[in-house]
């Protein structure tokens, strides 16, 4: 799939379990409620909503480049999830039925049309055969693995994503396998159709190799992604290749801090003699008080050299400063200041698109969830 949403200014710019290398138990806020089931099947789920103040009021009452919390000036749905899963013992699988614009949004170039993607955020059935050292094989749709923030916001820690996140894969169709080679160590290969599509738009096919270095301590741990292959439309010439790599450092219950790195290349991008690079870089943290509440500052650069991510060659600088407010589990609020700069005009302001530098918002999220994570 080609980067195409990602050119659509005004609403676009892990997410796994642990054997599949995002980092879930290290960005959740607090442990989980108790497990809703029935049988052998686990529920859960959330409802997610906000509202945002855009500064620049855009006539489009959009906020641009980002990818949840997309509408200005108004109260907006997010998402709303229901999850139904079961362990793999040794078969087993994970259904999403999602609602809401973020679907919309994180659907919104699937060739497959967001018809009926969008209500899928997931879908995948699970083979972890016994005596086998933990390996596991996931057939389906499933979230990336890339990137250090998750897709929903009971698991991270600001409301509204990052540029890293926005800008990078969001799922894939395929197969995936994780095997651990160590009780801190594991390593990962997936073959899928592309970025974000559940049909391919080409015949070549995707392939991602990944590893987790989870030390028993808990203080540490380091992910690595590599994403390779052809996400043009009807050609397999050019292949794209995305390394992300993503350190947690927790050194206590109230503090831990992540560290995000990506680097991009597209071949032929823009015509056959022509390469295009990307660049970024993220950090956050988060604060916690006590039980009830806690903050998260984040900063990011991402440096879009040749243009090819936001459709121009620009610098952005982006600063979140997120409060959080937990009535009870299962129920919290996140108060959230972003400042998006740019060195060339890019934001859109009143009526006149692309003519601001920046831009400056303040968003109310509230979210209430239930069962585990």
């Given at each position: 799939m080609t980067l195409s949403r990602l050119f659509i200014r005004t609403t676009l710019p892990l997410t796994l379990a642990a054997t599949s290398f995002a980092q879930t138990d290290s960005q959740a806020p607090a442990p989980a409620p108790s497990v809703w089931s029935a049988g052998a099947i686990n529920f859960s789920g959330l409802i997610d909503g906000y509202y945002s103040f855009n500064s620049n009021h855009p006539a489009s009452?959009?906020?641009?480049?980002?990818?949840?919390?997309?509408?200005?000036?108004?109260?907006?749905?997010?998402?709303?999830?229901?999850?139904?899963?079961?362990?793999?013992?040794?078969?087993?699988?994970?259904?999403?039925?999602?609602?809401?614009?973020?679907?919309?949004?994180?659907?919104?170039?699937?060739?497959?049309?967001?018809?009926v993607v969008r209500y899928i955020p997931q879908a995948y059935v699970s083979l972890k055969p016994k005596n086998m050292g933990g390996l596991q094989i996931d057939f389906g749709k499933f979230y990336t693995s890339a990137g250090a923030e998750l897709t929903e916001n009971n698991l991270t820690w600001s409301y509204g994503r990052g540029y890293l996140y926005t800008n990078g894969p969001y799922y894939h169709f395929g197969t995936r396998i994780t095997k651990p080679l160590h009780e801190t160590f594991a390593v990962g290969l997936q073959i899928v159709n592309g970025w974000n599509n559940v049909e391919d738009n080409n015949s070549g096919k995707t392939f991602g190799f990944t590893t987790a270095y989870t030390p028993k301590s808990k203080k540490f741990a380091w992910f690595n992604n590599y994403y390779v292959g052809?996400?043009?439309?009807?050609?397999?010439?050019?292949?794209?290749?995305?390394?992300?790599?993503?350190?947690?450092?927790?050194?206590?219950?109230?503090?831990?801090?992540?560290?995000?790195?990506?680097?991009?290349?597209?071949?032929?991008a823009l015509d056959p003699k022509t390469d295009a690079s990307w660049v970024a870089f993220g950090m956050a943290g988060r604060f916690a008080a006590n039980d009830k509440w806690a903050f998260s500052p984040r900063y990011e650069i991402y440096d879009d050299k040749d243009g090819f991510i936001t459709a121009q060659k620009q610098t952005l600088h982006s600063f979140t400063l997120t409060g959080e407010y937990k009535w009870q589990q299962g129920l919290l609020a996140r108060l959230e200041y972003r400042h998006d700069r740019s060195n060339k005009?890019?934001?859109d302001r009143g009526n006149e698109l692309a003519s601001a530098k920046t831009q400056n918002t303040l968003t109310l999220g509230i979210v209430a969830f239930f069962g585990p994570k």
């Open positions: 009452r959009a906020n641009n480049l980002r990818n949840f919390e997309v509408k200005a000036n108004q109260f907006s749905l997010n998402m709303a999830k229901l999850t139904l899963d079961h362990d793999p013992d040794p078969v087993g699988f994970k259904l999403d039925l999602g609602f809401g614009r973020a679907w919309e949004i994180f659907h919104a170039t699937d060739p497959a049309g967001t018809d052809p996400e043009k439309n009807n050609t397999n010439e050019g292949k794209r290749n995305f390394y992300d790599t993503v350190i947690n450092l927790n050194p206590s219950d109230k503090a831990n801090f992540y560290f995000n790195l990506d680097i991009g290349n597209e071949k032929k005009p890019f934001y």
